[in-house]
Antibody
Framework: EVQLVESGGGLVKPGGSLRLSCSASGFTFSSYAMHWVRQTPGKGLEYVSAITNDGDSTFYADSLKGRFAISRDNSRNMLYLQMSGLRPEDTAVYYC???????WGRGTLVTVSS | DIQMTQSPSSLSASVGDRVTITCRASQSISSYLNWYQQKPGKAPKLLIYAASSLQSGVPSRFSGSGSGTDFTLTISSLQPEDFATYYCQQRYITSWTFGQGTNVEVK
């Protein structure tokens, strides 16, 4: 069974940093691209970032370039999102998503507030 | 970026009603279009992929159609468990974009 489990969310002050992790199991992690998608409270879904299966190529939403960095460790079946320069508008639930878009994690909540 | 525009943003319906939600892309996305259902506190659930293919395990009352820029999600006979928010999503380019959502509520 495919499982994606996010962790690392929490409360952070504006300008702060946070690293999200996603632990993957139940499939050959190194064979699939992975994505991060976020959802602001009470609002819709927003694409954040993606990474190819080998980690050689990364993609970001234009509004996030330079502040967020996606990475992966195929030896550990782990996906990461390093977030810096956090702003209140980054407050959201962050989901880890398998490239097929069938499988989503449960999400981890990031709150940016002073 | 490719913009996805859904309509309506909300609708009220009764059990047994036929419900139609539309999604328009700002440029052609061929059939690279997914539909999701989301309930409060849960992750989105994939219903339809490639515009018209039913995801395994999804009831056949859900169907999708369209290609290019105009797409439709139809629920043929609304059931109590179908009251939720529905999103379209383009996968034509790696930078996915989502519609703003359609909230289907009890009439």
């Amino acid at each position: 069974e495919v499982q994606l489990v996010e962790s690392g969310g929490g409360l952070v002050k504006p300008g702060g940093s946070l690293r999200l992790s996603c632990s993957a199991s139940g499939f050959t992690f190194s064979s699939y691209a992975m994505h991060w998608v976020r959802q602001t409270p009470g609002k819709g879904l927003e694409y954040v970032s993606a990474i190819t299966n080998d980690g050689d190529s990364t993609f970001y939403a234009d509004s996030l370039k330079g502040r967020f960095a996606i990475s992966r460790d195929n030896s550990r079946n782990m996906l990461y999102l390093q977030m810096s320069g956090l702003r209140p508008e980054d407050t959201a639930v962050y989901y880890c998503v398998l490239s097929s878009a069938v499988h989503w994690g449960r999400g981890t909540l990031v709150t940016v507030s002073s | 970026d490719i913009q996805m525009t859904q309509s309506p943003s909300s609708l009220s319906a009764s059990v047994g009603d036929r419900v139609t939600i539309t999604c328009r892309a700002s440029q052609s996305i061929s059939s690279y279009l997914n539909w999701y259902q989301q309930k409060p506190g849960k992750a989105p659930k994939l219903l339809i992929y490639a515009a018209s293919s039913l995801q395994s395990g999804v009831p056949s009352r859900f169907s999708g159609s369209g290609s290019g820029t105009d797409f439709t999600l139809t629920i043929s006979s609304l059931q109590p468990e179908d009251f939720a928010t529905y999103y379209c999503q383009q996968r034509y380019i790696t930078s996915w974009t989502f519609g703003q959502g359609t909230n289907v509520e009890v009439k």
